[in-house]
């Protein structure tokens, strides 16, 4: 079983950043691929962005230039740094695991999720 624990969340203005944590519990992370999804009030939850085991990376277009994924095998923690946020980037911002490796946009292939984290961008 693997507990995934995000944190770095809150409020922040227009133009500003955030970096979102995800730190996982159990021996075999390395061999995770690790996803960000987020979701907003009234909306289905959407891909972000994810990284493979070996480190390959991918985004959703809507994020990329501004957010980057990274993960550190040693802490056993996967992040998120987010650049030049927009008030559109609100949502509760959810880490997961997948156990195939493989680094997909879709909620499926995930196995393990985090209770989430509130992101609010203020105009």
């Known amino acids: 079983q693997v507990q995934l624990t995000e944190s770095g969340g809150g409020l922040v203005q227009t133009g500003g950043s955030l970096r979102l944590s995800c730190a996982a519990s159990g021996r075999t992370f390395r061999n995770y691929a690790m996803g960000w999804f987020r979701q907003a009030p009234g909306k289905e939850r959407e891909f972000v962005s994810a990284i493979s085991w070996s480190g390959r990376t991918s985004y959703a277009d809507s994020v990329k230039g501004r957010f980057t994924i990274s993960r550190d095998d040693i802490k056993n923690t996967v992040y998120l740094q987010m650049n030049s946020l927009k008030p559109e980037d609100t949502a509760i911002y959810y880490c997961?695991?997948?156990?195939?490796?493989?680094?997909?946009?879709?909620?499926?292939?995930?196995?393990?999720w985090g209770q989430g984290t509130q992101v609010t961008v203020s105009s």
């Open positions: 997961a695991g997948a156990t195939a490796g493989s680094s997909g946009s879709s909620r499926n292939e995930y196995d393990y």
